[in-house]
């Protein structure tokens, strides 16, 4: 038997479990800055609403690496690999976007002859996106973007006219068959928050020190 663990922090904070493929359980909570606080929670909750015992069940773990904020997605990421090596487990990082897109395609919210594309919320009035096929197999991105840029196809997620949530659950389920994204972030921007890298001196240039008055 296979239990596999999965985590999302590229929007809300999302956890679910996969045992032998098949979703067994599944939580969400609907918050978008509260990453750090309710993430470990909630992965308590779907353990056990799993019936597992404890995290000592989980073979291995599934994370979504973005496209996301940085802070949220950087808690999910960092609590994977944290967990992963605390329980001696693999952990396998996939574009979140490849999910939702998998989860589309399932749903049959997209024509089953026809391109679409996932995107979500990026801020800044821009959104994250990339385009896929019928089967929900990437064929370009992920980009940020306004959403002016989308190629003209059908569009699904929670940003879009046909709107669509990230199950963790699925995401544990399909790990195996989504393309292997690492474990390194999606930021596709650089932080908000950066640390300069040319120290400014205090002193006042020449023209502007005051003369010394004798």
Excluded at 70 to 76: E, K, N, S
Excluded at 174 to 196: C, I, K, N, S, T
Aim: aromatic share 4%; hydrophobic share 45%.
């Amino acid at each position: 038997m296979s239990t596999v663990l999965g985590i999302d922090t590229s929007g809300v904070v999302c956890a679910g479990i996969a045992v032998d493929g098949v979703v067994a359980a599944s939580a969400v909570v609907p918050d978008t800055r509260a990453h750090a606080e309710q993430l470990l929670p909630l992965v308590q909750r779907v353990v056990a609403e799993a019936g597992l015992t404890g995290l000592a069940d989980v073979d291995r773990i599934a994370v979504g690496v973005g496209p996301g904020p940085f802070t949220g997605l950087r808690v999910g990421v960092v609590a994977a690999i944290t967990l992963g090596e605390a329980l001696g487990i693999p952990v396998r990082g996939v574009c979140s976007l490849d999910v939702l897109a998998r989860q589309a395609a399932w749903r049959s919210l997209v024509a089953t002859s026809e391109d679409f594309v996932v995107a979500t919320d990026a801020r800044r009035k821009e959104w994250y996106w990339a385009s896929y096929r019928a089967d929900g197999e990437r064929t370009n991105g992920p980009f940020v973007t306004s959403p002016d840029a989308l190629p003209e196809l059908p569009a699904v997620g929670p940003v879009t006219a046909t709107p669509i949530d990230l199950d963790a659950g699925v995401l544990a389920a399909l790990a195996a068959d989504l393309p292997d994204a690492g474990l390194e972030p999606l930021y596709l921007r650089r932080p908000d928050a950066e640390v300069p890298t040319v120290r400014k001196s205090t002193l006042l240039p020449p023209r502007l020190a005051p003369r010394r008055v004798r």
